[in-house]
């Protein structure tokens, strides 16, 4: 052998069959790289037409497949020819002589030279391990076919992509996965490895400890990543990857190193857990916890050119694995809060619709009731159009109050908007229950029409701050009498005439003409005493305020004339039977603010702009209720921080807080819980058992919302 290094100067060498002795090639530019891989002295020696050099310098996938073979089948044929592959190069780096057998097992061999030792600081291996005997096929995958290790992939680099929808409950195998030996966990899977690579200590940095307390997962890079595979895990010898394949967020290394007895093998980038990868479970299951629909996800990794499972995959992982989970979380919060009220015989709750799209087009309607001392969601129920005939709000109402009794809970006041509907439902269906207004909706109603009046009269629009300003006042402190709650509002009537104190009856000439006026426009004549037509007052005979306001401008503007047309459109207005009835429903002070924070997160998990199904609207609502529930503890514990910001309706800037941190741990624990369960091979109910069990669904989910058979496809 030519090689400066190499003793090899005969093929009587006892034991090496397959030593031969191959002369330089012809070509000018393969020759020039071969004499510059022998290490000599140019200037004292030149190459000849009989310079050879060993097969010692070679790996196996240089030689041709064919020679192989017929050496392998009759290794004792010291005659028989091995060619080189067209464009082989010596490895001229590669230590020779001491073995005796060319086909010693591959482990035995030291690494070659360009592999330094690490630092002598070890990590013991800490790795999750499952039993499983397949792995999943996730629809989309990338694979990239005999891609050689030192040419390094591109992001741009053309792959193969696949979206097939998978049957049953489990994935099915690929024929290249069934050749594949899947092992127990992440890591490098080998046939022809010892189990003493996994026994192993990691060669790592002080700071791993650090990183690893406060990260589980990284993004890499792929030629990044690939750049690892240079050498064979197993043995140090020159590796080759041969694919790549992406099972939805993991993917799979499948390599083959240019030993003599080459190892292959395989490494994956997640735990396998019954057949399923780690990764794919976890990052799904984030998605739906975090607020992230899968058109987002799809956007964010095709941005980033990153795998990822598809639509079919990432709704049936949920649906079988979190979703479950889910359900006994929220089940578990909700029995919880409602058995620590179920000795409390006055709790007072609120509750509210909340449409999933704007306007008649809205196809479900969720009704949630909150603990107005707490915060916390007690329950909630979702109507789809096409079950429920009439006003989805109403029926929801209906069913959420329904499942709060069967819970056995004892509600004292109920508080919601001003809908007339729900008021008959709680006045006929509930009588043991209070109903109220809330006075935030009441308010905005209030503003409004007064505003619509000031845009005829426009000294009206100098009194609406001051008139819902008074309602506030009046609600508060009237402690629950509906009839001082009315008299104190309507001595805004006599105030803006600056009038402070008053006999029982003020405007009973003024009353007597307005009830005339109004039996002209009925078909059926009202005929009653002025002291019984609104305003009256018994208890209330002069103004709440100390200090006397004669002949002072309210806010700029000057005390109103009795009889004037804007003091008649506001008397004709704030008499009104409707209104004034509406008014007493308010006497409590109770408002649905929580409700509205309620509604704000629940856009996070379930936007307008975007359509679900059944089951994924009901899990949106438990998640939100979840973190809604997990954040009302210790009020000492949360970091407020206040700041000013812009109201529009006010124009003007106020004062608002704003939590700091909020408590998210309950998404790793459903997380955790759900990886668990599938560990152990638990036993799991269909989603559609599960919420018919906790009464969230109650009637057969129709096909679709108009009811009608779709059309075929042929015309």
Same mark, same amino acid.
């Given at each position: 052998?030519?090689?400066?290094?190499?003793?090899?100067?005969?093929?009587?060498?006892?034991?090496?069959?397959?030593?031969?002795?191959?002369?330089?090639?012809?070509?000018?530019?393969?020759?020039?790289?071969?004499?510059?891989?022998?290490?000599?002295?140019?200037?004292?020696?030149? =190459?000849?037409?009989s310079t050879k050099i060993c097969t010692d310098h070679f790996f196996e996938s240089d030689f041709r497949d064919e020679d192989l073979m017929r050496y392998r089948d009759n290794p004792q044929n010291l005659r028989r020819q091995i060619r080189l592959k067209p464009g082989s190069i010596p490895n001229t780096e590669r230590e020779t002589g001491r073995f005796k057998d060319p086909f010693q097992p591959t482990e035995q061999r030291p690494p070659p030279k360009e592999r330094l030792p690490l630092p002598a600081v070890s990590l013991?291996?800490?790795?999750?391990?499952?039993?499983?005997?397949?792995?999943?096929?996730?629809?989309?995958?990338?694979?990239?076919?005999?891609?050689?290790?030192?040419?390094?992939?591109?992001?741009?680099?053309?792959?193969?992509?696949?979206?097939?929808?998978?049957?049953?409950?489990?994935?099915?195998?690929?024929?290249?996965?069934?050749?594949?030996?899947?092992?127990?966990?992440?890591?490098?899977?080998?046939?022809?490895?010892?189990?003493?690579?996994?026994?192993?200590?990691?060669?790592?940095?002080?700071?791993?400890?650090?990183?690893?307390?406060?990260?589980?997962?990284?993004?890499?890079?792929?030629?990044?990543?690939?750049?690892?595979?240079?050498?064979?895990?197993?043995?140090? @010898?020159?590796?080759?990857?041969?694919?790549?394949?992406?099972?939805?967020?993991?993917?799979?290394?499948?390599?083959?190193?240019?030993?003599?007895? =080459?190892?292959?093998?395989?490494?994956?980038?997640?735990?396998? *857990?019954? /057949?399923?990868?780690?990764?794919?479970?976890?990052?799904? /299951?984030?998605?739906?916890?975090?607020?992230?629909?899968?058109?987002?996800?799809?956007?964010?990794?095709?941005?980033?050119?990153?795998?990822?499972?598809?639509?079919?995959?990432?709704?049936?992982?949920?649906?079988?694995?979190?979703?479950?989970?889910?359900?006994?979380?929220?089940?578990?919060?909700?029995?919880?809060?409602?058995?620590?009220?179920?000795?409390?015989?006055?709790?007072?709750?609120?509750?509210?619709?909340?449409?999933?799209?704007?306007?008649?087009?809205?196809?479900?309607?969720?009704?949630s009731i909150m603990h107005m001392k707490s915060g916390a969601i007690l329950d909630f129920f979702i109507c789809q159009k096409s079950m429920y005939k009439g006003d989805l709000e109403t029926a929801a109402c209906k069913e959420v109050l329904t499942n709060l009794a069967a819970y056995g809970l004892k509600i004292r006041n109920f508080v919601s908007d001003e809908n007339t509907k729900i008021a008959k439902l709680v006045r006929t269906c509930f009588t043991n229950i209070v109903h109220n207004y809330d006075i935030w909706h !009441?308010?905005?109603?209030?503003?409004?029409?007064?505003?619509?009046?000031?845009?005829?009269?426009?000294?009206?629009?100098?009194?609406?701050?001051?008139?819902?300003?008074?309602?506030?006042?009046?609600?508060?402190?009237?402690?629950?009498? =509906?009839?001082?709650? *009315?008299?104190?509002?309507?001595?805004?009537?006599?105030?803006?005439?600056?009038?402070?104190?008053?006999?029982?009856?003020?405007?009973?000439?003024?009353?007597?003409?307005?009830?005339?006026?109004?039996?002209?426009?009925?078909?059926?004549?009202?005929?009653?005493?002025?002291?019984?037509?609104?305003?009256?007052?018994?208890?209330?005979?002069?103004?709440?305020?100390?200090?006397?306001?004669?002949?002072?401008?309210?806010?700029?503007?000057?005390?109103?004339?009795?009889?004037?047309?804007?003091?008649? @459109?506001?008397? !004709?207005?704030?008499?009104?039977?409707?209104?004034?009835?509406?008014? !007493?429903?308010?006497?409590?002070?109770?408002?649905?603010?929580?409700?509205?924070?309620?509604?704000?997160?629940?856009?996070?998990?379930?936007?307008?702009?975007?359509?679900?199904?059944?089951?994924?609207?009901?899990?949106?609502?438990?998640?939100? @209720?979840?973190?809604?529930?997990?954040?009302?503890?210790?009020?000492?514990?949360?970091?407020?921080?206040?700041?000013?910001?812009?109201?529009?309706?006010?124009?003007?800037? *106020?004062?608002?807080?704003?939590?700091?941190?909020?408590?998210?741990?309950?998404?790793?624990?459903?997380?955790?819980?759900?990886?668990?369960?599938? @560990?152990?091979?638990?036993?799991?109910?269909?989603?559609?058992?599960?919420?018919?069990?906790?009464?969230?669904?109650?009637?057969?989910? =129709? *096909?679709?919302?108009?009811?009608?058979?779709?059309?075929?496809?042929?015309?």
């Open positions: 052998c030519s090689n400066r290094s190499c003793r090899d100067k005969t093929s009587a060498h006892p034991g090496r069959d397959f030593l031969r002795y191959i002369f330089l090639p012809k070509d000018p530019t393969t020759r020039e790289n071969w004499v510059k891989r022998m290490k000599r002295d140019l200037t004292t020696w030149k =190459p000849s037409q013991p291996a800490v790795s999750t391990t499952y039993e499983t005997d397949t792995a999943p096929i996730l629809p989309s995958s990338n694979c990239y076919d005999d891609t050689m290790i030192d040419d390094s992939l591109t992001p741009g680099s053309d792959h193969e992509s696949s979206d097939e929808e998978q049957s049953g409950s489990d994935y099915a195998m690929s024929s290249e996965e069934e050749e594949d030996n899947y092992g127990a966990g992440s890591g490098f899977d080998s046939d022809d490895a010892d189990n003493g690579l996994y026994e192993e200590e990691y060669v790592v940095h002080e700071s791993v400890n650090t990183f690893m307390s406060s990260a589980s997962w990284v993004f890499v890079s792929i030629p990044l990543l690939l750049s690892l595979f240079r050498f064979c895990p197993q043995c140090g @010898a020159h590796n080759k990857v041969t694919k790549i394949m992406a099972h939805g967020f993991a993917i799979a290394i499948h390599y083959k190193c240019y030993a003599i007895c =080459p190892h292959v093998g395989v490494w994956r980038s997640s735990d396998i *857990v019954q /057949g399923k990868y780690v990764i794919n479970l976890l990052f799904c /299951g984030a998605a739906i916890l975090c607020g992230l629909s899968y058109n987002v996800l799809e956007s964010v990794m095709t941005c980033l050119s990153v795998p990822y499972a598809c639509a079919t995959s990432f709704y049936k992982l949920n649906r079988i694995n979190l979703y479950p989970i889910i359900v006994g979380k929220w089940a578990s919060i909700r029995d919880a809060t409602i058995n620590s009220l179920k000795d409390d015989t006055e709790v007072d709750v609120a509750g509210d619709g909340h449409y999933d799209s704007p306007g008649w087009c809205a196809k479900y309607c969720t009704y !009441k308010a905005r109603l209030l503003k409004k029409k007064l505003s619509k009046m000031a845009l005829k009269l426009p000294k009206i629009s100098d009194l609406i701050t001051p008139l819902v300003n008074h309602f506030w006042y009046s609600s508060k402190v009237c402690n629950g009498n =509906p009839r001082i709650l *009315v008299e104190r509002f309507h001595s805004a009537l006599l105030h803006l005439c600056n009038r402070h104190s008053w006999t029982k009856d003020p405007f009973k000439p003024l009353k007597l003409d307005l009830q005339a006026e109004r039996n002209k426009q009925r078909i059926k004549q009202i005929n009653q005493p002025s002291d019984k037509l609104y305003p009256y007052f018994e208890s209330e005979n002069k103004c709440g305020h100390k200090s006397k306001a004669k002949s002072r401008k309210l806010k700029g503007v000057k005390w109103l004339e009795h009889g004037s047309t804007e003091f008649m @459109a506001l008397f !004709k207005y704030l008499t009104e039977s409707r209104l004034v009835n509406s008014i !007493k429903m308010c006497c409590n002070f109770l408002h649905t603010g929580g409700l509205e924070v309620y509604h704000n997160v629940r856009l996070k998990f379930l936007p307008k702009r975007s359509s679900y199904s059944l089951t994924r609207m009901i899990m949106g609502a438990m998640v939100t @209720a979840i973190e809604i529930n997990s954040n009302i503890g210790n009020d000492s514990e949360k970091k407020i921080k206040e700041f000013w910001a812009y109201s529009k309706s006010q124009k003007k800037y *106020v004062r608002k807080s704003r939590e700091l941190r909020k408590d998210y741990s309950y998404r790793k624990e459903i997380l955790k819980d759900m990886l668990l369960s599938i @560990a152990e091979k638990r036993e799991k109910k269909s989603i559609s058992e599960l919420l018919g069990n906790e009464r969230y669904i109650k009637r057969p989910i =129709p *096909v679709n919302v108009s009811g009608l058979k779709i059309p075929s496809a042929r015309f």
